[in-house]
T-cell receptor
Framework: GESVGLHLPTLSVQEGDNSIINCAYS??????FIWYKQESGKGPQFIID?????DKRQGQRVTVLLNKTVKHLSLQIAATQPGDSAVYFC?????????????FGKGTLLTVNP | NAGVMQNPRHLVRRRGQEARLRCSPM?????VYWYRQLPEEGLKFMVY????????ESGMPKERFSAEFPKEGPSILRIQQVVRGDSAAYFC???????????????FGPGTRLTVL
C-alpha cells in the first residue's frame, strides 16, 4: 500500500486565516518529503521540501513541520489567499536517498472562502 | 524559459486505438518521469527515462504500455489498444540530474488528459 496518506480530504478556510494540511507516512526510513500544490487542470508544483534531519523548514508564507516520532508532517500556510485554493499533496521518493519514483498521497483539497 | 511541455493536452480515443503522449523536458534536463493520475487520486509513478535509456519502468503495466526518450525529440508514452480503464491524466516531469540532493527537483508539465470512449 501507499506509504503516505492524508488525514483530511478537504479543508475550507476563510481568506486571511492560517491553513494546516496534514500528512502521515509509514516508513520510518523515509528521509525526504516534498509538498506539491496542484491547481485545477495543471500539473503539480513544488512548494517546499524537508529532509529528516530537520524538524521545521520555512518558505514564503509556508512552513513544513516534521515529527519523526509519530511519522507525521504538516504544511502550514499563513494568511491564506484565494490563489492558494488547490489540491495539496505530500510526496516522498520510493527509495531513501533518491529523488525519483515519488509516492504521492491522495491529496487535500483546500478551498479559500473570500 | 519554457517549462515542461506536454501535448496534446486532451486526447480522446475509442477502445482499441492507440494513444501517443509527448513530453518535452525543460531545457537542460535529461531525466524524464511519467506519472498517471486517476480522478481524485494522487499521482502514480510509471517510468523513469534518460536519453535513450529506460532506467526504471516498474510502475508501468507490462502490456500495451511503452515509453521512450530518444536522442532527439520528445519523450513518448505510448498506449496500445486502449481500454476505458486507461482514462486518466498523464503527467510528465523532468529534472536536471539524478542525485540525492535537494537540487534534483522534478518539474511537472500540465498533463495530458486521456479519455477512452
Amino acid at each position: 500500500g501507499e506509504s503516505v496518506g492524508l488525514h483530511l480530504p478537504t479543508l475550507s478556510v476563510q481568506e486571511g486565516d492560517n491553513s494546516i494540511i496534514n500528512c502521515a507516512y509509514s516508513n520510518s526510513a523515509s528521509d525526504y518529503f516534498i509538498w506539491y500544490k496542484q491547481e485545477s487542470g495543471k500539473g503539480p508544483q513544488f512548494i517546499i521540501d524537508i529532509r529528516s534531519n530537520m524538524d521545521k523548514r520555512q518558505g514564503q508564507r509556508v512552513t513544513v513541520l516534521l515529527n519523526k516520532t509519530v511519522k507525521h508532517l504538516s504544511l502550514q500556510i499563513a494568511a491564506t489567499q484565494p490563489g492558494d485554493s488547490a489540491v495539496y499533496f505530500c510526496a516522498e521518493p520510493h527509495h531513501a536517498g533518491s529523488n525519483y519514483k515519488l509516492t504521492f498521497g491522495k491529496g487535500t483539497l483546500l478551498t479559500v472562502n473570500p | 524559459n519554457a517549462g515542461v511541455m506536454q501535448n496534446p493536452r486532451h486526447l480522446v480515443r475509442r477502445r482499441g486505438q492507440e494513444a501517443r503522449l509527448r513530453c518535452s523536458p525543460m531545457k537542460g534536463h535529461s531525466h524524464v518521469y511519467w506519472y498517471r493520475q486517476l480522478p481524485e487520486e494522487g499521482l502514480k509513478f510509471m517510468v523513469y527515462l534518460q536519453k535513450e535509456n529506460i532506467i526504471d519502468e516498474s510502475g508501468m503495466p507490462k502490456e500495451r504500455f511503452s515509453a521512450e526518450f530518444p536522442k532527439e525529440g520528445p519523450s513518448i508514452l505510448r498506449i496500445q489498444q486502449v481500454v476505458r480503464g486507461d482514462s486518466a491524466a498523464y503527467f510528465c516531469a523532468s529534472s536536471r540530474l539524478f542525485s540525492g540532493g535537494n537540487d534534483n527537483e522534478q518539474f511537472f508539465g500540465p498533463g495530458t488528459r486521456l479519455t477512452v470512449l
